[in-house]
């Protein structure tokens, strides 16, 4: 699949700012007054960052509202208004934090159930799709999930329990990353299948002779090479680093494990998408 810019920002910033709040709204981090407004609001700006990017890659940005109404069959449109019960829910707790007035702790449980309940469903989006084998499994949403606690645990200063996430993704990854490259083999997806023909079938002509919607958004390759380097980078960077940063502990180091993570998560979320592969390719001789 072709990894769109737009919709790497959009799930690597709002899974990390919904985890960041699922602790905030939890106590994770007391914070009072000016330090609360300003937690808070990083909180919110890279949720709703993260969202906004997400409109880039749509045909016709302006109609995304239009997706709220297909809650009953489209994981996008739960994500949206999951998204939408989070981010008022958390609003109560974020003032009480800044202003200094409490809110009840079942009411913080709804709202860090809410912000788990958006990722998971973002990660839904992929993992429901049977044309891309390499998402269609239970790690995808485990570890969307994984991602937005350990990079929110380090955001709420959580050394410890950001050290056991953090490791906690890094063997998710490398697991995600082994069973990933056998799905499309073990899918069963060959041209037979999608033709419906027998005996031994081959792509004589490709159904188009030029670029295409297809082949810009289905089709993309990555060199092995290339995807060992940047496994590598994502595992360290994204999980290895960071907890071993955490187990050292001190706020600046904390904060510049933030940094190295989100290397590490975006080049995980990168290769999330190139490595995808969709068997429309298989028409193209693609696959």
């Not at 995600?176 to 997806?189: M, T």
């Amino acid at each position: 699949m072709h990894p769109a810019p737009s919709v790497i920002i959009f799930s690597v910033l709002s899974g990390l700012g919904f985890g960041f709040m699922c602790f905030m709204a939890l106590g994770f981090l007391p914070l009072r007054g000016m330090w609360a407004f300003w937690a808070w609001g990083i909180g919110y700006a890279l949720a709703v960052g993260g969202l906004l990017a997400a409109t880039a890659h749509l045909g016709n940005p302006q109609r995304a509202i239009k997706a709220f109404s297909q809650w009953r069959s489209s994981w996008l449109s739960r994500e949206g208004w999951a998204a939408v019960l989070a981010l008022l829910a958390m609003a109560p707790i974020a003032l009480g934090d800044w202003l200094g007035f409490g809110v009840p702790f079942v009411w913080r449980g709804l709202a860090a159930g809410l912000a788990l309940v958006t990722v998971i469903c973002t990660a839904m989006i992929y993992t429901q799709i049977k044309a891309v084998p390499r998402w269609h499994h239970w790690l995808t949403p485990v570890m969307f999930t994984g991602f937005a606690l350990a990079g929110g645990a380090l955001l709420a200063m959580q050394a410890t329990l950001a050290f056991v996430l953090l490791l906690a993704l890094a063997v998710v990854m490398l697991a995600g990353n082994y069973i990933g490259d056998g799905q499309f083999a073990r899918a069963g997806q060959t041209m037979n299948t999608a033709t419906g023909l027998r005996g031994e079938v081959s792509v004589f002509e490709q159904p188009h002779t030029g670029g295409n919607y297809l082949l810009r958004e289905m089709i993309f390759v990555v060199g092995r090479k290339h995807a060992r380097k940047l496994r590598v980078i994502a595992v360290l960077c994204a999980a290895v680093l960071p907890a071993l940063m955490a187990a050292v502990g001190g706020v600046g180091l904390m904060l510049a494990a933030v940094v190295v993570h989100l290397v590490g998560a975006f080049a995980a979320r990168w290769l999330f998408f190139a490595q995808a592969e969709h068997v429309v390719g298989l028409y193209y001789g693609k696959r």
